[in-house]
């Protein structure tokens, strides 16, 4: 089964220079990107943000999403694999005040090794801590920063799992050995469901268009030595059925195209950074209104590597 996937110039810092004595020594290397990641925690802080804009193209407003995260080898299943604990989410809709999600403040969850459990939750994620998840006011959030909240998790190991780490089926980060390379990824039009319990309905998907992974050269990051590795989705769909309310349906459907670059350590083969860029277009039908509603939506997403005593002070 195909893992689903919600979805620079070359730099060269002066320590490494005297190892590096030409750039035939580069072009000419072979690279090994699929090596195993080194069971140490792993500490990380994603902001995602959405910028909506008016029709006349006037940025209206954004909403950001906050998450820290870590990677535990000692508490998975066996040796080879941890999990992941959420320590903390925030988020700010618009203009208004930061909220928290107590209810995920020490999340444990693993991923699934086929990316798709036999339920169809995309990586083995539970929906039920999302479906009607509440901030510290005991408020329920609206309907779609609940999908939000829950797809940045989809996103954060979409970017540091799916696109940075090797896999058995070909068409992944291993096939680059040399700059300059590009591969065909295998979550490659693949089509994993979005629908999130009763509000988001089954028939909901994202759909990628032709993932492309290009070994753009050699950069520096947190003091390591980084391949930098650009992705690119090409076009993609998406259809969501909205039920906000009994024999109410709501359907938008529209394109996206997302982008951006991967740092991966060549020491431990654990990410160092991440940057995406994304633009969504859709129009979504009501019922009863014959004229469909069109909308622009701009997602800039940064997830990095950061040490344990950040991790813990944020």
Request: glycine share 8%.
């Amino acid at each position: 089964m195909k893992k689903p996937c919600i979805l620079m110039v070359f730099v060269l810092a002066a320590s490494c220079a005297g190892n590096l004595h030409s750039q035939d020594y580069l072009t000419g290397r072979v690279f090994d990107l699929g090596g195993p990641l080194t069971q140490e925690p792993q500490y990380f802080s994603m902001t995602s943000r959405l910028t909506s804009f008016s029709q006349d193209g006037r940025p209206e407003s954004t909403d950001t999403y906050e998450l820290l995260i870590m990677y535990d080898p000692s508490s998975g299943p066996d040796s080879t694999a941890g999990e992941y604990r959420c320590r903390q989410f925030r988020l700010s809709i618009g203009d208004s005040v930061e909220l928290e999600l107590p209810v995920l403040a020490g999340w444990l969850h693993g991923l699934h090794p086929e990316g798709m459990d036999s339920t169809g939750r995309v990586f083995g994620i539970d929906h039920s801590l999302f479906e009607n998840i509440k901030d510290q006011n005991s408020d329920i959030l609206p309907l779609d920063k609940r999908y939000h909240v829950y797809n940045t998790f989809i996103d954060f190991h979409s970017l540091t799992s799916i696109f940075a780490l090797p896999s058995s089926e070909g068409g992944s980060i291993r096939d680059l050995t040399s700059i300059g390379q590009k591969t065909v990824h295998y979550a490659s039009f693949s089509k994993p469901p979005t629908n999130l319990g009763a509000a988001i309905c089954e028939g909901s998907f994202f759909q990628n268009g032709q993932i492309v992974l290009e070994f753009k050269g050699m950069s520096m990051y947190n003091g390591r030595q980084c391949a930098l590795i650009g992705f690119d989705s090409g076009e993609s769909t998406f259809t969501m059925i909205l039920q906000p309310v009994p024999n109410f349906t709501v359907t938008s459907t529209g394109r996206s195209r997302y982008r951006g670059d991967i740092y991966k350590s060549l020491g431990n083969n654990w990410v160092q950074k991440v940057t995406m860029y994304e633009t969504v277009i859709s129009a979504t039908a009501m019922p009863a209104t014959p004229e469909k509603i069109y909308s622009v939506v701009e997602r800039e997403i940064v997830i990095t590597n950061i040490s344990k005593k950040e991790f813990h002070k944020r």
